[in-house]
């Protein structure tokens, strides 16, 4: 069975917000929008997103480093917001593994939101029905689309390519290889939803130099005492040192 999701790697996103602010623009004018928005440039604006992003400090003063965690609906294989919905409006595809909502069934109860343990589902205040992420479901299928563009809007603009999208089912995939090699994990296990989104956790980042690189007049990791040396002398060696 296919399992659709969204892989994102903490070691590379930048908080730069372009799969927030690419989500909100892709699914106010596609099937899922429009999406709400209330007072937008004022002092206290209010509006629907599918796709945040928080960002945290972590560490000990002066030890910190800034952490930037994207976050929307994880499309759990066990989806706890699809059996406490009354009408049928949250389902779960069988096909993708998509989990959806029916705005035509929905009645904005939020009993869904409730029983997300992540809080991946708001109100659309206008509409009075409740929003999730959908994986760009619209997108995706999109057979008008060129073949390397059918893929949810976030990962499209991410700028670091953050944010990678497949079948987690699929051993031989992107997504099942960059988590099975690099220890993506489920966020919050313990509550049993098996999540099918994953997170790629921080890491120490191999620095690939080539020889050519060491020569440069800017070279960051030039040495005082290597200065007096011609180019044809100075050895890998020395610059590493």
Same mark, same amino acid.
């Given at each position: 069975?296919?399992?659709?999701?969204?892989?994102? #790697?903490?070691?590379? $996103?930048? +908080? @730069?917000?372009? =799969?927030?602010?690419? %989500?909100?623009?892709?699914?106010?004018?596609?099937?899922?929008?429009?999406?709400?928005?209330?007072?937008?440039?004022?002092?206290?604006?209010?509006?629907?997103?599918?796709?945040?992003?928080?960002?945290?400090?972590?560490?000990?003063?002066?030890?910190?480093?800034?952490?930037?965690?994207?976050?929307?609906?994880?499309?759990?294989?066990?989806?706890?917001?699809?059996?406490?919905?009354?009408?049928?409006?949250?389902?779960?595809?069988?096909?993708?593994?998509?989990?959806?909502? #029916?705005?035509?069934? $929905?009645? +904005? @109860?939020?009993? =869904?939101?409730?029983? %997300?343990?992540?809080?991946?589902?708001?109100?659309?205040?206008?509409?009075?029905?409740?929003?999730?992420?959908?994986?760009?479901?619209?997108?995706?299928?999109?057979?008008?689309?060129?073949?390397?563009?059918?893929?949810?809007?976030?990962?499209?603009?991410?700028?670091?390519?953050?944010?990678?999208?497949?079948?987690?089912?699929?051993?031989?995939?992107?997504?099942?290889?960059?988590?099975?090699?690099?220890?993506?994990?489920?966020?919050?296990?313990?509550?049993?939803?098996?999540?099918?989104?994953?997170?790629?956790?921080?890491?120490?980042?191999?620095?690939?130099?080539?020889?050519?690189?060491?020569?440069?007049?800017?070279?960051?990791?030039?040495?005082?005492?290597?200065?007096?040396?011609?180019?044809?002398?100075?050895?890998?060696?020395?610059?590493?040192?």
């Amino acid at each position: 069975m296919t399992q659709l999701a969204l892989v994102i #790697d903490l070691n590379v $996103c930048v +908080g @730069c917000h372009a =799969c927030v602010t690419s %989500c909100k623009q892709w699914n106010t004018s596609g099937a899922a929008g429009p999406l709400f928005d209330d007072n937008p440039y004022g002092k206290d604006p209010t509006g629907t997103f599918f796709n945040r992003v928080q960002t945290y400090e972590v560490g000990n003063y002066p030890n910190t480093e800034t952490i930037h965690f994207p976050k929307s609906c994880l499309h759990c294989e066990d989806a706890p917001c699809v059996p406490v919905c009354p009408t049928g409006a949250s389902y779960k595809r069988e096909n993708d593994g998509i989990v959806l909502v #029916d705005y035509d069934k $929905c009645i +904005g @109860c939020k009993y =869904c939101s409730w029983a %997300c343990p992540y809080g991946a589902r708001e109100l659309d205040e206008k509409e009075q029905v409740m929003t999730k992420c959908t994986l760009c479901v619209d997108r995706i299928y999109d057979e008008s689309l060129p073949e390397a563009e059918r893929k949810p809007a976030c990962v499209m603009a991410c700028p670091t390519n953050a944010r990678l999208f497949g079948d987690v089912h699929d051993p031989d995939s992107e997504v099942s290889v960059a988590i099975r090699e690099q220890g993506g994990y489920q966020l919050m296990p313990e509550w049993g939803t098996k999540p099918a989104n994953h997170y790629l956790p921080r890491r120490k980042t191999k620095m690939h130099i080539h020889e050519d690189e060491l020569v440069r007049v800017d070279n960051p990791l030039k040495k005082e005492d290597i200065r007096h040396k011609t180019t044809k002398d100075v050895t890998l060696d020395d610059w590493l040192l």
